[in-house]
């Protein structure tokens, strides 16, 4: 596991060159956004006016740019770091190929994550919360550790549950991406074509086994009728069904994984 932290030493640098400015410029728009909007509804002034309303499209712009760049990293550090130039180099490294995928992969997902958590703070900037309401915030969080019942355990629990269907969820996406390029660079011509072409494929059987067993339900799986009756047992029903999904998340991951694993390790064609 030594080569792997080094690995990702190496993608989160790469990562945090990357986004050094861009993940800053969007809380410095934000908080600047936040002195200007309240004088684009209610200043007469058009220069006001004028100034609120530019900073606004670009704090957009900056946001959608952000997005969009995180998109094209995550593609970007798979494609050319193993299948491009710099995969001559890293598949010399005394490492195997699930390390390098799971290293873009978890570095694809960290970096998404907090783009998402950039976004949600730049917007809790424009947002007019004042220092009180802040304090009032931190009161209830106090009040709630001070009155901790089962109902909160289980609120957290759901919580917990939901960020991990999430972030496989995020997995599964560009697990789809890297085994479609992958698949393309089995082919010694129109490499960006045919991984187009194989993105399509894969997604057009998924919906098909999806089709399938939607039609076949989950009456065989013997689960007892207390666990999935929502009057009976409401609490144990929302846990099965997150458990369920991040289960079949997961599976789909797996899948996804030891595919792209199995053609870098015996089919990698990087002529």
């Not at 934000?30 to 670009?58: E, H």
């Not at 129109?190 to 998924?206: D, F, H, K, T």
Request: proline fraction near 2%; include cysteine; charged fraction near 10%.
């Amino acid at each position: 596991f030594l080569m792997f932290g080094k690995l990702l030493k190496y993608d989160f640098r790469s990562m945090l060159k990357q986004f050094a400015f861009i993940w800053p410029a969007a809380l410095v728009l934000a908080l600047v956004n936040r002195f200007t909007v309240n004088s684009f509804v209610t200043s007469a002034s058009g220069l006001r006016q004028t100034v609120s309303g530019v900073a606004m499209l670009v704090y957009v712009g900056i946001m959608i740019a952000m997005f969009v760049v995180t998109m094209i990293f995550v593609i970007q550090r798979f494609f050319r770091g193993l299948l491009g130039d710099e995969g001559y180099l890293m598949h010399t490294l005394p490492v195997r190929p699930w390390e390098l995928i799971g290293s873009k992969l978890l570095c694809a997902v960290v970096t998404t994550l907090l783009s998402i958590v950039v976004a949600i703070l730049s917007i809790l900037l424009i947002m007019p919360i004042s220092w009180i309401n802040i304090l009032d915030m931190f009161k209830g969080f106090s009040y709630l550790f001070s009155h901790w019942n089962m109902e909160l355990t289980h609120s957290v629990l759901f919580l917990l549950e939901f960020l991990l269907l999430i972030c496989l969820g995020m997995a599964n996406g560009y697990l789809h991406l890297y085994l479609s390029m992958a698949i393309g660079h089995l082919f010694n011509r129109n490499r960006v074509a045919m991984s187009v072409v194989a993105y399509i494929a894969i997604n057009a059987l998924v919906g098909i086994l999806i089709g399938i067993l939607g039609n076949m339900g989950l009456r065989h799986l013997n689960i007892p009728y207390d666990l999935i009756n929502f009057e009976n047992s409401p609490t144990a029903a929302i846990h099965l069904s997150f458990w369920i999904s991040i289960l079949i998340a997961l599976a789909g991951d797996a899948v996804y994984f030891f595919c792209t694993e199995y053609i870098l390790r015996k089919r990698l064609n990087l002529e």
